[in-house]
C-alpha cells in the first residue's frame, strides 16, 4: 500500500469562504464513469456554481458560452443528468441532488441497454425486434412528457394569439396562410427537440430551424418572437439588432437596477437598451470618459440623437430615457 505523503506543505488545501464537494462515491461507485464527457463537463459546473442546497440558476446561453457547449448539447447533457437522477430542473432553477442509493450499470451506454432498462417496468406490447425506430419513439418518463406537452402546448396558444393579432391589424390574407404555414412546422420542430420555454426563441435554434429538412423562410418566427417580446411572453426578441451588442458592465448594472426598482417590463427595457448603446457609443466616437461628463456634453448627445426622429419617436425614447441622464 503506498503511504501518502503532503507534497507541498505552503499549499494544503483549506475550506475558506464558500465551497463546494463532490462524495467519493461519485468516483468509487462508478457515477463518474457514468457520464460522457459533455454531460461530466455540465455536471461538475452545476457543482461549482450551487450554494449549500445545490441551488443554482445560470441561464442557458451563460451555461454554453462558459463552457462551449451548442444549444443541442447542453439540452442533451442536461436531459441525460436529469435521466440519471443527479440532477433537478425547473425550468429555471437546477438542483444538484444527493448521489442516488443505486449505483450506475457501467454496461448501460449501449443503446440497447438503456431501452432495456427503460422498458422493464413498462408492459411490452408484443415487439419481435428492436430497431433504431422503435428506440427513437420511446417515450420519455411521464414529468418530462408533461413538462414538453405544456411547453408545446403554451407555443400553439401563442401561435395563434399572434395569427389572430395579424388579423386585426389588417395583414394580408396570403401572409396570414404563409405564416401559420411555416408556424405550424416550427411547432413540430419544437416538440421533436423537446426544449424547454426558454430554449426556443434563440439565434441557434433559429439557425437549426433554417437548417432542418425543408428551408423555411424565418420572417414568421422572428415575427412571432417580436410579439411575445412586447407582450412580455420572452426576454428578447429574434429581430434584436442591438441585443448581441455588449455593453460595458456599468450600462448593465444600470438596466438590472432598473427592472428591480421601477419593475420595468422588458419593451421599456429594449427602449432603454437602446438608446444606452447610442450613448456609449458616442462617448467613445468623441472620447468622452463617464466622469467627466456634464449638462452640455449630455444636451450635445440628446441633440445629436434625437436629429433624425419623427416626434412621435422621439417622445417613446425620451419616455425611456428620462432620469438616466
Known sequence: ?????????????QINGGFSFIPHRFLFDGFLASLDQKELLLYLFLILASDRFGLSFYSYDSICTLLELSLDEYIASRNSLMDKDLIAF??????????PQKRPDRQEKTGFDLLLKHLSNRPLKGFNMIDDKTISTIEWPDERLKE?????????????????WMTENGYAKSTRKEYAR?????KL???KRRCLWDEIFTQEMLRQFKKSERPYPIHAV????RYLFEHGKIARHLG????SVNLPQIYE??????????QASNRKLKHIKVVLIAFHKFLEKHRIKLHTLTIEKIDAFLSEYFADYKENTCRVYRSSSSGDF
Do not use: P
Not at 90 to 95: A, C, D, H, I, R
Not at 148 to 164: K, P, R
Not at 222 to 225: F, H, P, V, Y
Open 182 to 186: 411555416v408556424l405550424r412546422w416550427f
Open 253 to 262: 448594472d444600470y438596466l438590472i437596477y432598473h427592472q428591480k426598482t421601477y
Open 189 to 191: 420542430f419544437i416538440k
Open 90 to 99: 425547473n425550468g429555471t432553477l437546477f438542483q444538484v441532488l444527493s448521489l
Open 222 to 225: 422572428t415575427g412571432l418572437s
Open 148 to 164: 414538453i406537452e405544456s411547453v408545446v402546448n403554451a407555443l400553439d396558444q401563442a401561435i395563434e394569439d399572434y395569427l389572430q
Open 1 to 13: 500500500m503506498i503511504k501518502k505523503k503532503i507534497l507541498n506543505l505552503l499549499r494544503v488545501r
Open 240 to 243: 434584436t439588432k442591438d441585443q
